[in-house]
């Protein structure tokens, strides 16, 4: 009888490549305090043969792409000392995103559409390692009142076999914040000003994330991006704000979530030109609730729809 290899027996290291595809061994300073993982060790196409017998029957199929996808949350937090960069700093890189320190102070994300960098990914199952090279990906948020709010990860990379090394790896999670509970004393949301009593709010960095592997190329690229955003929150009499006119013309207003208390272990995320698109209302303790979608539109200097500081 096999010895069981146990899930919840996992790590995951996450270290940014050198050279785009390059796999770069990660070390205990680059793991990755994660839960809600989702591993799928082989991905791809496959193409039927397609071959005709004198008899019905399955023919073979081959499989013509290889590459592998890891999907996890992280927690939605800042950082212990001003200045230091988050511990989930190395994967927005990853997702198309830049990032400013300054020391001391705050670091700030914002989108790039050029020179987008990569990561290398091991995910260590119970001493067995799932290895990806030049991984990118999309990232969503999901801070709901009530709950532990969550950045939550897809990335896509290079297949390698799997290893079995049977020590599990070292890890450091001292970057890695404990989350804060979205609630009154925790978190605030403007929208075009108004101070929204919100009980969910969804942020999509809305990357294009494609597999390409043809002759000489085997990479993942991140071809275009549309980010999108969606809060919840208690409907307003129209005299205080019309959503639906708003809706109607296609305003653009700016908005600012803030969450946490004081100066370390805060996160706010910033969209100055949000678009927002056609509300519906739902029912929530017996109180009507308006969810109002948002399209977050980047100014004509671009890679400014959003940004996120710590």
């Known amino acids: 009888m096999s010895t069981p290899k146990f899930i919840k027996k ?11 595809g390059t796999i770069v061994v990660p070390v205990a300073a680059n793991a990755i305090e994660v839960s809600d993982v989702t591993l799928t060790p082989i991905e791809g196409d496959e193409v039927d043969q397609g071959v005709i017998r004198p008899y019905f029957g399955a023919s073979e199929t081959s499989m013509v792409t290889l590459y592998r996808k890891v999907a996890f949350s992280v927690g939605f937090a800042g950082v212990g000392t001003a200045g230091d960069e988050p511990g989930w700093s190395v994967l927005m890189r990853a997702c198309a995103a830049s990032v400013t320190n300054t020391p001391a102070t705050e670091t700030v994300f914002a989108p790039v559409t050029d ?10 199952v119970d001493g ?15 801070v709901d009142a009530k709950q532990i709010p969550k950045w939550q990860y ?6 390698f076999p799997v290893e079995e090394v049977g020590a599990m790896p070292a890890v450091n999670y001292s970057k890695f914040q404990r989350p804060l509970g979205v609630n009154k004393l925790n978190s605030t949301l403007s929208l075009d000003g108004f101070q929204a009593a919100v009980s969910s709010f969804a942020f999509d960095f809305g990357n294009t994330v494609v597999k390409q592997d043809l002759m000489n190329v085997d990479t993942t ?14 409907n307003t009499s129209v005299t205080t704000k019309n959503w639906i006119e708003m809706a109607r013309v296609s305003a653009k207003v700016p908005l600012l ?8 272990n805060t996160i706010s995320v910033a969209a100055p030109l949000a678009q927002v698109g056609k509300p519906t ?5 017996g109180i009507q609730m308006i969810t109002v979608p948002l399209r977050l539109i980047p100014s ?4 400014d729809e959003w940004s996120i500081t710590v």
């Open 300 to 303: 004509d200097a671009g890679n």
């Open 10 to 20: 996992m790590a995951l290291l996450v270290a940014i490549e050198a050279t785009v």
């Open 128 to 142: 067995q390692v799932y290895k990806m090279a030049g991984a990118r990906g999309n990232v969503k948020a999901q």
């Open 257 to 264: 979530l803030k969450h946490g208390q004081a100066a370390t």
């Open 221 to 234: 690229e991140i071809t275009g991006r549309a980010s999108t955003a969606s809060v919840t929150f208690r």
């Open 115 to 124: 020179g987008i960098e990569s990561v290398s990914i091991f995910a260590t």
């Open 281 to 285: 209302f739902s029912d929530q303790d």
């Open 154 to 159: 897809e990335f896509t990379g290079a297949f």
